[in-house]
């Protein structure tokens, strides 16, 4: 049964609300109530695939996910998929925990500087394998490396190349360094993927202050002049509303700016166009979005490599690109995706190009378009191109293990063409800024994650993200609902 009000409602489950709801409900005194739109699960019936860190159940027919419609180019469109069940991406991703490095944050205000942001880095992890100043010891998240002599062939070959072209080996790739090749930071235990559900929300979930409620998507936020009062959900029985001191927007960089413009939050030209009334006129809602773009070489192996392994445990970094040796195919990793062949990603970390969430104007409570706007900026079409032009370096010199697939060069041996680009383009699912943090007209929350102009509201994930991190952007949106979730027991509780 769901509770008539709450002091906190937490509107999504995923990463940033399994800790905002579990952090928030440490005090007593404050009831909280977590509403996640996809299906839940309990401590003692966690499902295997969300369990098992080497399965990534994101393909066809997965019960986990939500689908998108997406244009990753003016004429590329694609589906994408995120977390659709309690944990969020979090819960099915490939357990990639590498911080966000500190000159990232210079573009945050200066409240979020990484000398601000280190302690709370190290208070959510417990890292298995350093410690000192940069690591923690007692956080909820595991954080782990695969040894270096138990390392999957793929990923061993990868390095011995890159140390043959004279990339830096990083020890520490959650440590402030140079470029150059490590291995990854996972948040794994004894092959388990331990997400902000697991590590969070689950061992406090019987609290009597604690109220999760999964399949119960929120379809509005009920506003009084301009402040947050409650919700209107509904739940499968019908629509009803629920009243609240605090609303925490957790829904996600797609969701959470919908669920602002359904709220009739967000520009005002776009709220009409939707037929929405207009309640306060916030332009940057949904717009100013960033992703990073992923091209992906396919190559064969001339011999037989272990189908089970973590999907990626080293990575070759560079000022402005990741460079992924996934170790076994998609197919091996990702149930019904089909994809036969291994591939070598190359990311663009930086990238200049700006999307936005575009909703749908017959329909706006449908899944909205991802409009990415990929390849749009010449530079992140060279700094790719750049990319390219390193992996099939590197896939040269693993020529014992691999034989490389094609990749078209443009005329004068400088790289591939832009339609190869565009012909081999995915996204790394890593979707930011949608709601962004700031002090400018455009910024959507204030640095205390509060929506600007509305009491009450707050936006905590990846949507508030100034712009994506140049590494994935977990284990940062991990560390920015722990932060929050402190200022707010802070402010309840003064000195």
């Known amino acids: 049964m769901l509770p008539q009000r709450a002091d906190v409602v937490v509107v999504g489950g995923g990463s940033c609300g399994s800790v905002v709801a579990a952090r928030l409900s440490d005090d007593p005194d404050r009831s909280v109530l977590l509403l996640e739109a996809g299906p839940g699960y309990g401590p003692s019936d966690v499902p295997r695939e969300i369990r098992d860190a080497a399965t990534l159940p994101v393909g066809p027919g997965s019960d986990w996910v939500a689908a998108y419609p997406a244009r990753l180019t003016a004429n590329r469109a694609a589906i994408v998929v995120r977390g659709g069940v309690l944990g969020g991406s979090g819960a099915v991703n490939g357990a990639y925990f590498v911080r966000a490095r500190p000159d990232d944050f210079t573009r945050w205000p200066r409240s979020w500087s990484y000398d601000r942001v280190l302690p709370v880095f190290r208070e959510i992890e417990t890292d298995a394998d350093f410690s000192g100043p ?49 291995r990854v930071p996972m948040n794994v235990r004894d092959g388990m993927r331990y997400g902000p559900s697991l590590a969070y929300l689950l061992p406090v979930v019987e609290r009597s202050n604690l109220t999760v409620r999964s399949d119960t998507r929120v379809v509005r936020v009920v506003l009084s002049g301009r402040r947050a009062i409650g919700v ?133 409570w449908s899944p909205p378009v991802l409009d990415y706007n990929y390849l749009g900026r010449r530079e992140d079409r060279d700094t790719l191109r750049q990319g390219v032009r390193i992996a099939t370096g590197l896939l040269d010199a693993m020529h014992d293990l691999v034989e490389p697939g094609s990749v078209d060069a443009a005329a004068g041996g400088a790289g591939p063409s832009d339609a190869w680009l565009a012909a081999h383009l995915g996204t790394s699912l890593h979707l930011s800024g949608s709601c962004r943090m700031g002090d400018d007209e455009n910024a959507v929350v204030d640095d205390r994650c509060r929506v600007r102009g509305i009491e009450g509201l707050s936006v905590v994930d990846t949507s508030v993200f100034p712009e994506v991190p140049s590494r994935g952007p977990h284990a940062t949106a991990v560390m920015l609902a722990h932060r929050f979730a402190a200022s707010v027991h802070d402010d309840r509780h003064p000195e």
């Open 134 to 182: 940069f690591h923690g010891a007692s956080g909820l998240v595991p954080v782990s490396r695969t040894p270096e002599e138990l390392l999957h062939p793929v990923s061993g070959t990868f390095v011995e190349a890159a140390s043959s072209a004279e990339w830096e080996w990083v020890d520490d790739l959650n440590a402030p360094g140079p470029d150059g090749v490590g």
């Open 232 to 364: 209107e959900v509904e739940d499968g029985t019908g629509t009803r509303r629920i009243a609240a001191e605090h609303v925490v927007v957790c829904a996600g960089a797609v969701c959470s700016p919908q669920l602002l413009m359904l709220s009739g939050i967000g520009p005002a030209g776009e709220l009409r166009r939707l037929g929405v009334e207009v309640r306060h006129d916030l332009p940057g809602v949904g717009s100013g979005s960033t992703d990073h773009p992923e091209v992906t070489i396919p190559y064969r192996l001339r011999r037989d490599v272990p189908l089970r392994a973590p999907l990626l445990e080293t990575v070759l970094h560079t000022s402005g690109l990741e460079l992924r040796p996934y170790t076994v195919p998609f197919g091996a990793a990702i149930p019904g995706s089909g994809v036969v062949d291994p591939v070598l990603g190359v990311v663009l970390t930086r990238p200049r190009s700006r999307g936005q969430v575009v909703l749908d104007s017959a329909k706006p």
